[in-house]
């Protein structure tokens, strides 16, 4: 008898910890999982955009701003200004770069030396390093950008609140 409930415990403890790998694997498999839709974040205060700012995953993000009094007008305008600040990778700015790049090399091609075949290894080395240096500087450029775009609404909010709590004096 004990031998039976011994083997029935056994079988369910297998099933049970089978079960319990299969929904572990669906866990860790939907956590990779990219999310279809932007996650709404509601910033009440400051601070909220401090640790908004300092967040990996914050272009995945769609913050709303409520803050206490502040109009909804100003209210829009800053959360569409965050948004697409939290949302900058400096792609476009790198983009826009990597093309200067390539017309300042194509200009100083035309302009200090010959298109002749055995001038064209310095202007693809020329014009290689310009794209990926121009590509790079545009890119920490545009991060940059935003990251002073996220600091000035922190501040414009930070403000706000201390007009608040002191009266609007």
Request: charged share 20%; glycine share 6%.
């Amino acid at each position: 008898m004990q031998d039976q409930e011994l083997s029935l415990s056994r079988s369910s403890s297998s099933e049970l910890s089978s079960r319990s790998m299969k929904s572990f694997a669906m866990k860790t498999f939907a956590a990779r999982m990219p999310i279809p839709f932007p996650i709404p974040v509601v910033v009440r205060t400051a601070s909220d955009v401090a640790t908004l700012r300092k967040l990996r995953r914050s272009r995945r993000m769609h913050v709303l701003i409520r803050v206490a009094g502040l109009p909804i007008k100003t209210s829009r305008q800053w959360e569409m200004k965050l948004n697409t600040a939290l949302q900058e990778c400096g792609c476009s700015l790198g983009a826009k770069f990597v093309i200067g790049a390539f017309v300042a090399s194509l200009i100083w091609q035309s302009t200090f030396s010959f298109w002749s075949i055995s001038h064209w290894p310095a202007f693809l080395l020329r014009a290689f390093s310009l794209i990926l240096l121009g590509g790079a500087a545009g890119k920490s450029i545009g991060l940059a950008r935003a990251r002073v775009n996220v600091e000035a609404i922190e501040t414009k909010i930070r403000d706000f609140e201390l007009k608040c709590t002191t009266g609007g004096q």
